[in-house]
């Protein structure tokens, strides 16, 4: 039976890793051979003419690459700022009417974007029509809903109710106030879970595109995955150099952060 899981695991791992390995290894042909529209894995030759021609010809990509920098985040730090100190409230503190609201966020949670995507839409509108508040064409639209989201106080709240009551009874009895508490024991306890979060975060974010098409319709503020399309469409020749651009942050988080995801995602707090 395990032979049999090995072999599936395998399998499955190289249907994911194989579209990342064709469009590295594009990335490194010429037009000519791209041109073939043949399905090739190795290049014929090796060329770094993509790399330079977007630098060159397409130098808009980097500054929409950072567009995506930005916005993602800001949006990581203040899932983080948010995040932990209302999971610190729902798994510690005794307020009336927690664990009814704490039900709705998980039931926030298993909605998807399209049914929150009209009351976003027409709340941003609002605003801005009563308060002259503008959110709609600005990121703000993207951000401020990112932050609020009930992903992050929901995993931030499974690790805080893992520590021991004891360990927070005996700060307090030592003096500790709630911010102290909160600094000197819950920070350090919940470390696994907050890089676990930045690591979902990230990738959530820096793929957003939903979002981006409906509530942006300036240009010069989009993220670099709506961009990516225009090049898919306009500038073939180059597109797998800046797709493999665009990947690269991804895998570099999840590369030097996958400890940090397998312990906050195994280890559920403190033991």
Not at 74 to 86: D, E, N, S
Not at 250 to 257: E, Q, R, V
Not at 258 to 264: D, M, V
């Amino acid at each position: 039976m395990k032979p049999i899981l090995y072999i599936l695991i395998i399998v499955i791992a190289i249907i994911f890793i194989l579209p990342i390995v064709y469009t590295v290894s594009n990335s490194f042909m010429d037009a000519r051979q791209l041109e073939t529209n043949k399905i090739e894995i190795l290049p014929d030759r090796f060329s770094l003419n993509q790399y330079f021609d977007l630098a060159i010809f397409k130098g808009e990509y980097f500054y929409y690459f950072l567009n995506s920098v930005k916005l993602t985040t800001i949006i990581i730090l203040g899932q983080i700022l948010v995040g932990v100190f209302a999971a610190y409230a729902f798994a510690k503190m005794e307020f009336p009417g927690r664990d009814f609201i704490f039900l709705l966020y998980i039931l926030v949670i298993i909605l998807p974007f399209q049914v929150t995507m009209v009351p976003n839409y027409i709340m941003f509108d609002n605003l801005q029509k009563t308060f002259n508040l503008k959110f709609l064409d600005t990121l703000k639209a993207i951000i401020f809903p990112g932050i609020f989201t009930s992903f992050g106080v929901f995993l931030l709240r499974q690790f805080i109710r893992d520590i021991p009551n004891d360990i927070i009874e005996a700060s307090r009895v030592d003096g500790a106030g709630d911010i102290r508490l909160f600094f000197s024991i819950i920070l350090p306890a919940i470390r696994p879970a907050v890089f676990t979060l930045v690591i979902l975060s990230f990738i959530d974010n820096w793929n957003i595109i939903e979002q981006a098409v409906i509530f942006i319709s300036s240009q010069e503020i989009l993220p670099l995955s709506v961009f990516l399309e225009t090049i898919y469409y306009k500038d073939f020749n180059i597109f797998y150099s800046a797709a493999t651009l665009y990947m690269f942050p991804a895998i570099l988080i999840f590369t030097k952060g996958h400890k940090y995801l397998n312990e906050g995602l195994n280890v559920g707090g403190m033991k």
